[in-house]
């Protein structure tokens, strides 16, 4: 019976877990910056993205669902339009030319 007991809250919380939501970043998801700036200007809107998760590490695992989602609809670049304390998040994809985001962040010689 002690076992039963034991197992019912454990089993409550591997479903509650579940239900949160993963928010694991993917290696696409990774090749996605997530800003609160502008990108630059040569890249183009794909759309808007929004994500909310609850529970612990929410606002992180929030940014991860951002960004994977505006990966697989092929954008390499988030602008975080909203984010609030209680884990929801907006913002705007665009999908921009590697040279454009490599300039940004120093990588490659402007000349």
């Known amino acids: 019976m002690k076992s039963t007991l034991f197992a019912g ?14 928010g694991a970043l993917t290696a696409a998801g ?12 040569s890249c183009a ?4 993205v929004s994500a909310h998760a609850i529970g612990p590490n929410n606002l992180e695992r929030t940014k991860n669902t ?18 609030t304390s209680e884990g929801e998040m907006t913002g705007t994809a665009f999908r921009c030319p590697a040279t454009a985001l490599a300039q940004r962040n120093g990588k490659v010689d402007s000349q």
């Open 45 to 48: 809107e794909v759309g808007s």
């Open 66 to 83: 951002l960004r994977n989602d505006a990966a697989d609809e092929g954008a390499t670049y988030v602008r975080l339009d909203t984010a």
């Open 30 to 41: 990774a090749r996605v910056q997530l800003m609160k700036a502008d990108p630059p200007p």
């Open 9 to 22: 809250p454990l089993l409550a919380l591997a479903l509650g877990s579940v239900a949160c939501g993963g």
